[in-house]
């Protein structure tokens, strides 16, 4: 079975510093891959996705991912924070028709 | 504008009762999914439907029940078995299942 492992439960950031938000995952194939935002008491919304190809995705909002095989590993990066980034963000894979979400890092954003 | 819809944003629950959560898209999507969210715990998988008239259990299908009478349509019942049904729940679809799927704002279930 697949799994998504996001180790950090809660990450403060100074606006305008970058971010990075980790995510691992375990699929026995090439996996598809998601980023998705949630802010309080909204459904997600997708941030960006990976299929096959260009191993950086470019998504919505300035953030990039970037897939490495090597680390099974599918990072979320953005090089300046704003403040209405404050949300939580959530990693999920597909595969085995199925898809798979990490518990979820929360972004806390300071002036 | 296509998108899903989900009613009502806040349901409230008494003990024994039964309750039906509604998730709508015209996104003409196949593919239909309902999960439960509960804090630190991610998103766990309900059931989920990838044609209609035919759904399948998902990880935590127990004290709950689906219907897929409509492609637009798939509502979830909260059945008085479910004993610990406190959670926010979330709706989602997809253009059939091997495609990314797209939530609706969420329902949020209470006890009282």
């Known amino acids: 079975a697949q799994s998504v492992t996001q180790p950090d439960i809660h990450i403060t950031v100074s606006e305008g510093a970058s971010l990075e938000l980790r995510c691992n995952y375990s699929y026995g194939a090439t996996p598809y891959l998601f980023w998705y935002v949630q802010s309080p008491g909204q459904g997600l919304q997708l941030l960006l996705k990976y299929f096959s190809g260009d191993t950086l995705v470019q998504g919505i909002k300035g953030f990039e991912a970037e897939f490495k095989r090597s680390q099974s590993s599918f990072n979320l990066r953005k090089p300046s924070v704003h403040w209405s980034d404050a949300a939580e963000y959530f990693c999920?894979?597909?595969?085995?028709?199925?898809?798979?979400f990490g518990t979820g890092t929360k972004l806390q954003v300071i002036p | 504008d296509g998108g899903i819809t989900q009613s009502p944003k806040y349901l409230f629950r008494k003990e024994g009762q039964n309750v039906t959560l509604s998730c709508e898209q015209n996104l003409n999507h196949d593919a239909m999914y309902w999960y439960r969210q509960d804090p630190g715990q991610g998103l766990r998988l309900i059931y989920y439907s990838q044609i209609v008239n035919d759904f399948q259990k998902g990880d935590i299908a127990e004290g709950y029940s689906v219907s897929r009478e409509k492609k637009e349509s798939f509502p979830l019942t909260v059945t008085s078995a479910q004993k610990n049904p406190t959670a926010f729940y979330l709706c989602a679809s997809s253009r059939d299942a091997q495609e990314t799927q797209y939530f609706g704002p969420g329902t949020r279930l209470l006890v009282l």
């Open positions: 999920a894979v597909e595969g085995y028709q199925k898809v798979t």
